[in-house]
């Protein structure tokens, strides 16, 4: 589909709730070509005959179960047939995503767990163009400077955001040429370099040039690698959230796609202990997202563990629980949107801590064929060896040295990722804190373990 210029699209939201209204008030703050339109009920669809509403895509609210979801898409689909549909839920009800996409829907999404994806989706289904610097960060993705060539002209427009500002600055148009210079302080300072989403194909593009150019056998860009498997792990995601029932065979399948993600990444691969520093220095630094949390603690957790000299078999479990880490944070209710723990209520706060244990059951109620080692792992990730941790409050008698491993591992990735605009520590930094809070502290972090992955440290 062309995107939209210089005009405006209507958008249709449905649900009965003003909460959900206000959702995606803010999901989509700042795309301001789309005109939104709130109905409460299906019969306002049905009926409305506004001869200047033309809506080419809809949100609507699937927090009402399979049912009344079902209702608000066929009424969409009759009196607008080539609106696209998009399905946002939350755990307030059961919905079987294939039945209401078999009612018409292009896509079900969680409202919070998928929030990073919808706008991806929503620019995906109804483009439109947005310009200059007026344009939201989530309309905008970061590409791997490595990917870049200097004095080569693109064919896409690069922006940097300035988080402080919260605004978006166009570096270089379409034509131009980025130069040596811009690139390195790009490298220097660690800032992200960004292109609008609707652009993505034409950087994959252009990215393919550079890796040919440069004689690489398998011209995929570092940017399309990780974007394609972000978008296999919400794949992955969307069969947990799915209310319709699994059978062995496909949560074998759900299984055989995280090795494949932790073979895509080759996280298991035998490295020197320079070459694993390398490879966590490129997943330090970035804008923390649930799912960006799941690669990196997947990262983390495959990486400390061959420091540690455990065997390819163990760092491959380290992997999948940090894959699967956080899955139960889609159980909280939709009320905390996006919002930073720190400022969840003491009963979204109740909630919050529960979500290692309902991790574990929803990856084992999609039959799953887990080993204990990972789920033991995915459980005791927030637990620490002081009991301070959650959801028992185990200490380190009670801890597996997995879920020793992923404990420090999810602390190095809480030091070293963007969070709240606020620059992060350097990989180096975190790991000689976490040495020094083993070696100082109150027995959060397990000694031998956290000095052995120190030792092996080459920065």
Same mark, same amino acid.
């Given at each position: 589909?062309?995107?939209?210029?210089?005009?405006?699209?209507?958008? &249709?939201?449905?649900?009965?709730?003003?909460?959900?209204?206000? %959702?995606?008030?803010?999901?989509?703050?700042?795309?301001?070509?789309?005109?939104?339109?709130?109905?409460?009920?299906?019969?306002?669809?049905?009926?409305?005959?506004?001869?200047?509403?033309?809506?080419?895509?809809? &949100?609507?609210?699937?927090?009402?179960?399979?049912? *009344?979801?079902? @209702?608000?898409?066929?009424?969409?689909?009759?009196?607008?047939?080539?609106?696209?549909?998009?399905?946002?839920?939350?755990?307030?009800?059961? &919905?079987?995503?294939?039945?209401?996409?078999?009612?018409?829907?292009?896509?079900?999404?969680?409202?919070?767990?998928?929030?990073? $994806?919808?706008?991806?989706?929503?620019?995906?289904?109804?483009?439109?163009?947005?310009?200059?610097?007026?344009?939201?960060?989530?309309?905008?993705?970061?590409?791997?400077?490595?990917?870049?060539?200097?004095?080569?002209?693109?064919?896409?427009?690069?922006?940097?955001?300035?988080?402080?500002?919260?605004?978006?600055?166009?570096?270089?148009?379409?034509?131009?040429?980025?130069?040596?210079? *811009?690139?390195?302080?790009?490298?220097?300072?660690?800032?992200?370099?960004?292109?609008?989403?609707?652009?993505?194909?034409? $950087?994959?593009?252009?990215?393919?040039?550079?890796?040919?150019?440069?004689?690489?056998?398998?011209?995929?860009?570092?940017?399309?690698?990780?974007?394609?498997?972000?978008?296999?792990?919400?794949?992955?995601?969307?069969?947990?959230?799915?209310?319709?029932?699994?059978?062995?065979?496909?949560?074998?399948?759900?299984?055989?796609?995280?090795?494949?993600?932790?073979?895509?990444?080759?996280?298991?691969?035998?490295? %020197?202990?320079?070459?694993?520093?390398?490879?966590?220095?490129?997943?330090?630094?970035?804008?923390?997202?649930?799912?960006?949390?799941?690669?990196?603690?997947?990262?983390?957790?495959?990486?400390?563990?061959?420091?540690?000299?455990?065997?390819? @078999?163990?760092?491959?479990?380290?992997?999948?629980?940090?894959?699967?880490?956080?899955?139960?944070?889609?159980?909280?209710?939709?009320?905390?949107?996006?919002?930073?723990?720190?400022?969840?209520?003491?009963?979204? &706060?109740?909630?919050?801590?529960?979500?290692?244990?309902?991790?574990?059951?929803?990856?084992?109620?999609?039959?799953?064929?887990?080993?204990?080692?990972?789920?033991?792992?995915?459980?005791?990730?927030?637990?620490?060896?002081?009991?301070?941790?959650?959801?028992?409050?185990?200490?380190?008698?009670?801890?597996?040295?997995?879920?020793?491993?992923?404990?420090?591992?999810?602390?190095?990735?809480?030091?070293?990722?963007?969070?709240?605009?606020?620059?992060?520590?350097?990989?180096?930094?975190?790991? *000689?804190?976490?040495?020094?809070?083993?070696?100082?502290?109150?027995?959060? $972090?397990?000694?031998?373990?956290?000095? *052995?992955?120190?030792?092996?440290?080459?920065?």
């Amino acid at each position: 589909m062309k995107t939209t210029s210089g005009r405006t699209v209507d958008v &249709l939201i449905g649900s009965p709730r003003d909460s959900f209204w206000e %959702s995606v008030k803010v999901i989509l703050k700042g795309y301001y070509p789309y005109q939104l339109k709130h109905f409460r009920n299906f019969d306002e669809v049905l009926e409305n005959s506004e001869p200047n509403f033309s809506p080419i895509l809809a &949100l609507i609210d699937g927090q009402d179960g399979t049912a *009344q979801t079902n @209702e608000w898409v066929q009424s969409t689909k009759m009196n607008y047939p080539d609106c696209h549909i998009i399905v946002l839920h939350s755990a307030a009800a059961p &919905l079987d995503f294939n039945v209401v996409k078999k009612n018409g829907a292009d896509e079900v999404m969680h409202i919070n767990f998928d929030r990073e $994806f919808i706008s991806d989706m929503v620019l995906q289904l109804a483009p439109i163009e947005m310009d200059g610097d007026n344009i939201p960060i989530t309309a905008l993705m970061p590409v791997d400077l490595r990917d870049m060539e200097a004095q080569m002209s693109i064919n896409f427009d690069v922006y940097a955001h300035l988080p402080a500002n919260h605004r978006s600055i166009l570096l270089r148009k379409t034509g131009d040429c980025v130069d040596d210079r *811009q690139l390195e302080k790009f490298k220097t300072m660690k800032q992200q370099m960004y292109i609008k989403k609707t652009q993505m194909k034409a $950087f994959f593009e252009y990215a393919r040039t550079v890796m040919s150019l440069r004689n690489i056998p398998l011209p995929v860009s570092m940017t399309e690698k990780f974007h394609r498997s972000k978008k296999s792990i919400y794949e992955i995601m969307a069969q947990f959230l799915n209310g319709a029932a699994t059978d062995y065979q496909e949560g074998k399948l759900i299984y055989d796609k995280c090795k494949n993600i932790v073979a895509d990444f080759e996280l298991v691969k035998d490295l %020197s202990a320079q070459e694993i520093f390398d490879e966590i220095f490129r997943f330090t630094g970035n804008t923390r997202t649930l799912y960006h949390d799941c690669i990196c603690l997947s990262a983390y957790g495959a990486y400390f563990a061959q420091l540690l000299g455990w065997n390819q @078999e163990k760092r491959e479990s380290a992997a999948i629980a940090g894959l699967l880490h956080n899955i139960g944070l889609a159980q909280l209710p939709a009320s905390v949107g996006d919002k930073n723990p720190k400022n969840y209520t003491p009963e979204e &706060l109740s909630e919050y801590a529960l979500y290692p244990d309902r991790s574990v059951i929803m990856v084992k109620g999609k039959k799953v064929p887990l080993t204990p080692e990972i789920s033991e792992a995915i459980g005791q990730h927030r637990e620490n060896g002081a009991g301070t941790g959650f959801p028992k409050k185990l200490t380190t008698a009670d801890l597996s040295e997995m879920g020793k491993l992923m404990g420090l591992a999810y602390s190095f990735h809480e030091m070293t990722a963007l969070k709240d605009n606020q620059q992060a520590l350097t990989a180096t930094q975190a790991i *000689q804190n976490l040495r020094d809070c083993a070696l100082n502290g109150n027995g959060e $972090f397990d000694l031998i373990l956290t000095t *052995q992955i120190f030792k092996k440290w080459k920065a």
